[in-house]
């Protein structure tokens, strides 16, 4: 029988890849993040949220090791963020020693909000940018 996460992960999963992240992938103000398919090899765009400080792009994900992207990362590290519409290149490093409670205290509050209620397994990520 599956437990309590894994039903919220899937309901919220499902939620995302079917209507929020389609919608939200148009909106030209919106953060993106490509990574590339550890198995298609085709990039792979997902709506985040997070926060540019110096050349350092802060953001955390919801579910951890389970999310898509994030498996994307650890096989393959080079990413690409679109922040204010314009794409940067970057060295994505998934940190599981870092608090993601206390980073999403210094991210943007809507998001976090968000990120808080919905996520089970909380992992921050910093993307190193190139330019």
């Known amino acids: 029988m599956a437990n309590l996460r894994d039903v919220q992960h899937r309901v919220v999963t499902t939620f995302q890849r079917r209507l ?3 919608i939200l992938r148009r909106l030209p103000t919106q953060q993106l993040l490509e990574t590339v398919g550890r198995v298609s090899g085709q990039p792979r ?3 985040i949220g997070g926060r540019l ?7 955390v994900s919801e579910f951890g090791d389970k999310s898509q992207y994030i498996r994307n990362i650890k096989a393959d590290n080079r990413v690409r963020v ?8 970057g060295t994505a490093h998934v940190l599981p020693d ?21 996520g089970t397994d909380l992992l921050t990520v910093r993307i190193d940018l190139d330019d």
Do not use: M
């Open 20 to 22: 929020g992240n389609p």
């Open 45 to 47: 765009i997902t709506p």
């Open 53 to 59: 400080v110096g050349k350092e792009f802060w953001l």
């Open 82 to 89: 679109r922040l204010h519409g314009h794409w940067h290149t």
């Open 98 to 118: 870092d608090d993601p409670r206390a980073r999403l205290r210094a991210l943007p509050k809507a998001n976090s909000a968000a990120v808080r209620l919905v």
